[in-house]
């Protein structure tokens, strides 16, 4: 996650397609597992996380048509990241595991996908882990 | 919209540039469809109500003001 910081990235969140344009930021530090996606032409910010944070054996499975748009077949999977949108409400945090946000942080692209596992909820709340 | 009734196992295929789609009845019984779903790649199938699911999902985590949530994370990460 390290390569995070800044990054400019062209994708569309369901719901958003109207916004093309968004910046990865990492406020929380780099050792942080949370980040920001912030869109360029709007007051628009989402939370993000790195799922393995929640789910250490996360899992994602998608077409491979989606992997080679982002990929534009250079297939370095060392740029491709994985972040989950964060919701949160009252003093619960709720992690969208259902619609992950496939990342190649290369190419700069991204595309919020939607996985057929039954078991990934949309709103699954969870604590942050405190340091110790 | 177009509708079309279908008895079990017959189809609908939408033609298309990628490829087509192929959608057929398995069975059915008391106001409940059991459909299958063939389409080329690059499609995702998902049911409607994921989908609005989702889109809500997403709308409700749409920030305006990242202060809040900047204290509630710090917190946690202290």
Known sequence: MKEINEIRLKGKIIGFDKFTEYLLEAPFGEDSPFRVLKCVDAPVSFVVINPYYILEDYFFDVDDTIIEELMDRSKSEESIAVLCIVRPNDRTLYVNLRSPIIINTKKGRFIQVILQNEGYGVSVPFAIKKEE | ?78
Do not use: C, H, Q, W
């Open chain 2, 1 to 78: 919209m177009l509708v079309l009734s279908r008895k079990k196992n017959e189809g609908i295929i939408i033609k298309g540039k990628d490829g087509d789609i192929r959608i057929f009845l398995i069975e059915s019984e008391k106001g409940r469809a059991r459909i299958g779903i063939e389409a080329p790649k690059g499609y995702t199938i998902v049911r409607e109500e994921l989908l609005a699911e989702i889109e809500g999902a997403n709308r409700m985590s749409a920030l305006k003001d990242m202060e809040k949530i900047k204290r509630f994370i710090g917190e946690g990460n202290k």
